[in-house]
């Protein structure tokens, strides 16, 4: 049975609408027009206990919205929704008590005091038993590198150091499912390799379930063997990147170095269809291949007959380039 | 409870980072209402009494209220500051914790400070107590500590209405505050010496008349007959909770339909 179902979920909001000038504002204290913003359509799909799931989509696709029905903090219009067995709106305290909810833009710890300090009160109010904390406690301690920065105050943590200390904040109730909102969210090339090695490791020995949302996509590539892509408001797509890669990557790009080779190579001496030369100099040969039909091994050894090989790169279209295209095909 | 007192300790040690602003401010609000307190005095140099009410009667009544409303200040300052938690979506974080709204919106800040504030209150109280020709009894000890009881609650109440009329509107917040200050302002005297409509409105729509005015009859010893009645109002008062807790509910509901 999936850990997560949700079949069917609508929401809309009103949205004041605002117009400009003086008269209009002083009418709009007594009578306000409202747009309607239909912030999800039909929303479906489940996941299963250990599955790290990246949710993505551009700003205003509905996300957050997303997110916060399946954390229970909002309520949907209509549509199911039952995450390990409860329904999180109608169940709003038993919910919260088995997921850690870490948002990148904002902080759960209190700012004034060290972060020990805030993890024990954490420990109060989920009521964990002190075993239970102490275990997890030291787990995390040692997994996020918390020892030099427990006990400073979390003003004067950076980012960085901060954002582990979400996610150590998050996971002391020893949650079954962890909701990240853009866990990544400016940190340093450093510091984004440790969240993401942290998440990894989690979801791996205590079979954690990750949703997270991002539009780092190389957060995306390290981490989720699913996606869930969403625009105006509906899933558009839900499956794994590889099979994603193969339906929307045109090409690749191919860059071979040689011993210096004098006379040039075009798209002739190759002789393979589907195959074309970007540039070509002395010693270096950048192509360019279309479709998936066409084999490595086959321009390899057509190659070597020619010049000697001395190292050969191949770059897929970068996943960002994908995602746009997706967008676009989704009118997005 | 625990939780409460859990909340109040990291925060205590929150504004104990900045020491020294602690200290001028905790002085400062023992000195803020000072000024109003002087007003007073010299109204009733001037005029002698109000509706028969004696100087250090209507001190007596100050001293509870200001005494009551600086607690209140200092206990339930999460409510009173509440548009914040709104403003910034903080509110969310609230409903991820697996614990009541209402506890944590009360633990979510305290405003020791305020305890400066008390702190004259008290003298204030005292003093009048000292110069009024009362015959203390227990029962009057105990109503006379109802009434500040009965008053902390009552503020409470109106500061929970407040804060959620910050699910409708931020802007409207300013409207709440005749009735937070204004309340508070308006009770310091004995409800009599106002306009009908305005007595009745704080007796029985905000109670503010089982704070001060009828608990005050029954320490003067001006009631003739009843007087269980008079001692047992600041109970009633302190039912007055009870609602504001029902309309909170309904705000956090409205809330979690509308994300704003």
């Known amino acids: 049975m999936p850990q997560i179902e949700v079949s069917g979920i609508y929401k809309t909001f009103k949205v004041a609408r605002r117009s400009s000038g003086l008269r209009q504002a002083v009418k709009s204290l007594f009578y306000r027009e409202y747009d309607t913003v239909e912030a999800l359509k039909d929303v479906s799909f489940t996941v299963d206990t250990g599955e790290i799931v990246g949710y993505i989509g551009p700003n205003g696709a509905g996300k957050s919205t997303t997110i916060k029905i399946i954390s229970g903090i909002l309520v949907p219009d209509r549509g199911k929704c039952t995450i390990l067995g409860r329904v999180p709106w109608k169940e709003r305290i038993s919910h919260v008590r088995n997921i850690g909810v870490v948002f990148g833009q904002r902080t759960q710890l209190w700012w004034d005091v060290p972060v020990i300090d805030s993890y024990e009160l954490l420990r109060d109010i989920y009521k964990i038993p002190r075993r239970e904390y102490m275990n997890n406690l030291d787990l995390l301690v040692d997994t996020l590198d918390l020892k030099g920065i427990i006990n400073t105050p979390v003003r004067q943590l950076s980012l960085g150091q901060r954002m582990r200390c979400e996610l150590g904040a998050s996971l002391l109730h020893s949650p079954g499912i962890l909701f990240l909102d853009e866990p990544t969210i400016g940190l340093d090339a450093e510091s984004k390799i440790a969240v993401r090695q942290f998440i990894k490791t989690i979801n791996r020995e205590k079979n954690v379930t990750v949703i997270l949302t991002t539009h780092d996509m190389s957060d995306i590539e390290a981490l989720a063997n699913r996606i869930l892509l969403i625009g105006n408001g509906r899933i558009v797509y839900d499956g794994n990147l590889n099979d994603l890669k193969g339906r929307f990557s045109t090409h690749k790009t191919i860059i071979i170095n040689f011993r210096e080779y004098n006379s040039p190579i075009d798209d002739k001496t190759l002789g393979i269809p589907g195959v074309s030369i970007v540039s070509c100099s002395q010693e270096k040969l950048t192509l360019r291949v279309d479709g998936n039909g066409i084999l490595l091994t086959d321009i390899i050894s057509r190659l070597s007959n020619i010049v000697d090989i001395v190292d050969i790169s191949v770059e897929s279209q970068p996943i960002d380039e994908l995602i746009v295209k997706l967008y676009r095909e989704y009118v997005i | ?260």
Request: glycine share 8%; aromatic share 20%; proline share 3%.
């Open chain 2, 1 to 260: 409870m625990k939780l409460y007192f859990k909340y109040m300790s990291i925060l205590l040690k929150s504004q104990m980072q900045y020491r020294a602003s602690f200290w001028l401010l905790s002085i400062g609000q023992f000195f803020v209402p000072f000024s109003v307190f002087a007003g007073l005095y010299f109204l009733f140099e001037r005029f002698g009494s109000i509706r028969g009410w004696s100087f250090f009667e209507v001190a007596l009544c100050f001293g509870v209220i200001n005494m009551a409303f600086s607690i209140t200040e200092c206990f339930v300052r999460g409510f009173d500051i509440f548009s914040n938690l709104v403003v910034s979506g903080d509110f969310d974080r609230v409903l991820l914790r697996p614990r009541s709204t209402f506890i944590q919106v009360l633990g979510s800040q305290f405003e020791f400070t305020r305890l400066g504030r008390l702190l004259q209150g008290v003298i204030v109280l005292v003093w009048a107590a000292v110069n009024l020709s009362i015959r203390w009894t227990v029962f009057k000890i105990i109503t006379l500590i109802l009434m500040i009881i009965s008053g902390i609650f009552i503020f409470t109440g109106i500061f929970v209405l407040a804060a959620t009329l910050c699910f409708w509107t931020i802007q409207g917040i300013e409207v709440a505050n005749i009735f937070t200050y204004g309340g508070k302002e308006i009770s310091q005297y004995p409800l009599n010496i106002y306009k009908k409509w305005i007595t009745r409105f704080f007796t029985f729509i905000i109670p503010f008349g089982c704070v001060n005015y009828l608990p005050l009859m029954y320490l003067l010893d001006r009631t003739q007959y009843n007087y269980h009645f008079y001692m047992l109002t600041p109970l009633i008062g302190i039912l007055f909770i009870i609602p504001c807790l029902g309309v909170w509910e309904m705000g956090v509901k409205h809330y979690r339909s509308t994300g704003s």
